[in-house]
């Protein structure tokens, strides 16, 4: 028989819930026109129903207890939109194993656990859906997994989270610090309380993990993700960055090359005249590069209730939709891989050290202002491998210490780090280096 309604269970109501329940509400007869049935949000867990939030619903489909969801046998699919790992990943995997297809945000979740969820989803022949735990509402998962398919992807690389990319874009062009640029950011609701996770760079990492083994075909664990925030950034270093041609920004990058996959996170300078030097605000840019297709760059709002809560219903119908064909056909079918790669072609490739990966390099140091220091810095540069493509040194100060620039040459990061490590041993040198990989060229 098949069903005259989808219904769903909500399981956690913040922010992206309340975006995806007013798009349900709102859109309700849209949905079913593109659906065939109504897509109908039954019931909702939360730890505060009282709590007063922008959307109303019926009070009776509110519980505080998310297994009533689990355990409803009238749901079709339950949205996990609690965050955290524990106890959600618990609830996916009660979800599953009660034979309930899963919708998530959750790229933390994903990051860590993602290859045991799509394990036990195999096992139960359920859907998990996920296209707004990267991206917002920007459809990069199902580009990846069904619109580049017939490609060979090489290469992923953007700005993926927000908030650093809104603090990056106020001090490069009011010329203020990273501290007070995060202040402003949090009074405005573009970063949290605690802004660890998004200026630490592990928000990036998280989404990165995911595209990364979405792309590659192979397991990418997140501990294995080079990791860099963007707190050591400052005004200077952004001035010089314009000085040579160059905006700065907090990119995620992965890589296939020789059998291995290169994956990082850090600030990185980027050409001004490249589109994703261009990409200001809180917006996000990601850049797709197929052996076949070449560059292709998904852009929009990578967060927010609206545009997380339109990639949550965009899995919601999707899922929905297969749920129906499945009734029609009389078995249920996974059409698309949960990782765009069948299991039994999915291999584990060796993610490459950090030092192994080469990258031109913006070095700024705090030297004694005497004749030749720089000959020294160079020749210590040129003992590793690493020539200097352009300089720039500031005039004498009263302080005796003068502002040194480099841009370098391409040249393999364990070069790098050895040579900072020898001119960091000189007396003449005040400061640590201040490091900033550079890309694009």
């Given at each position: 028989m098949i069903k005259k309604t989808i219904q769903v269970g909500l399981i956690g109501f913040g922010t992206v819930g309340c975006g995806m329940a007013e798009i349900l509400l709102q859109r309700e007869e849209e949905i079913a026109g593109r659906l065939g049935v109504p897509l109908c949000?039954?019931?909702?867990?939360d730890l505060d129903i009282e709590r007063e939030r922008p959307i109303k619903i019926k009070k009776s489909i509110l519980t505080t207890n998310a297994?009533?969801?689990?355990?409803?046998?009238?749901?079709?699919?339950?949205?996990?939109?609690m965050g955290g790992i524990s106890p959600a990943r618990e609830l996916i995997l009660d979800a599953i194993a009660h034979g309930k297809h899963v919708v998530t945000a959750n790229k933390a979740l994903l990051a860590y656990h993602g290859e045991e969820i799509f394990k036990a989803a195999n096992v139960a022949g359920v859907e998990v859906g996920f296209e707004a735990a990267v991206g917002g509402g920007i459809p990069i998962i199902r580009a990846i997994k069904e619109g580049l398919s017939g490609d060979q992807i090489t290469d992923i690389f953007g700005i993926v989270n927000g908030t650093s990319n809104y603090i990056l874009t106020k001090m490069s062009n009011e010329k203020a610090s990273f501290s007070d640029v995060l202040k402003e950011a949090q009074v405005l609701?573009?970063?949290?309380?605690?802004?660890?996770?998004?200026?630490?760079?592990?928000?990036?990492?998280?989404?990165?993990?995911?595209?990364?083994?979405l792309a590659f075909g192979t397991p990418v664990p997140i501990k294995e993700v080079y990791t860099e925030g963007?707190?050591?950034i400052t005004p200077m270093d952004i001035a010089y960055a314009d000085q040579f041609g160059y905006q700065m920004k907090l990119l995620a990058i992965a890589k296939i090359a020789d059998g291995q996959i290169e994956a990082r996170v850090h600030p990185t300078m980027l050409p001004k005249e490249t589109l994703l030097a261009k990409v200001n605000g809180v917006f996000n840019a990601i850049c797709v590069?197929?052996?076949?297709?070449?560059?292709?760059l998904f852009y929009g709002r990578g967060a927010g209730s609206a545009p997380t809560g339109s990639a949550v219903v965009s899995d919601l119908i999707d899922i929905a939709r297969k749920r129906l064909t499945d009734q029609q056909a009389g078995a249920p079918t996974i059409r698309v891989p949960h990782t765009g790669t069948l299991s039994s072609h999915r291999v584990t490739l060796p993610i490459r050290p950090m030092e192994q990966i080469e990258s031109r390099y913006y070095l700024r140091l705090i030297v004694e202002d005497r004749p030749g220091v720089l000959s020294k810095v160079a020749g210590v540069l040129g003992q590793h491998h690493i020539s200097i493509a352009s300089v720039i040194q500031d005039g004498r100060?009263?302080?005796?210490?003068?502002?040194?620039?480099?841009?370098t040459h391409r040249s393999r990061e364990k070069d790098m780090q050895a040579a900072l490590k020898t001119i960091s041993e000189s007396k003449t040198v005040y400061k640590p280096t201040t490091l900033i990989r550079v890309e694009g060229t």
């Open positions: 949000l039954a019931q909702v867990a297994h009533d969801i689990i355990a409803n046998p009238k749901i079709d699919i339950v949205v996990e939109l609701g573009y970063a949290e309380a605690d802004p660890t996770l998004d200026i630490g760079g592990g928000d990036s990492a998280h989404k990165l993990a995911i595209l990364a083994s963007i707190a050591q590069v197929g052996e076949s297709v070449g560059e292709t100060k009263e302080t005796g210490a003068v502002q040194l620039v480099m841009m």
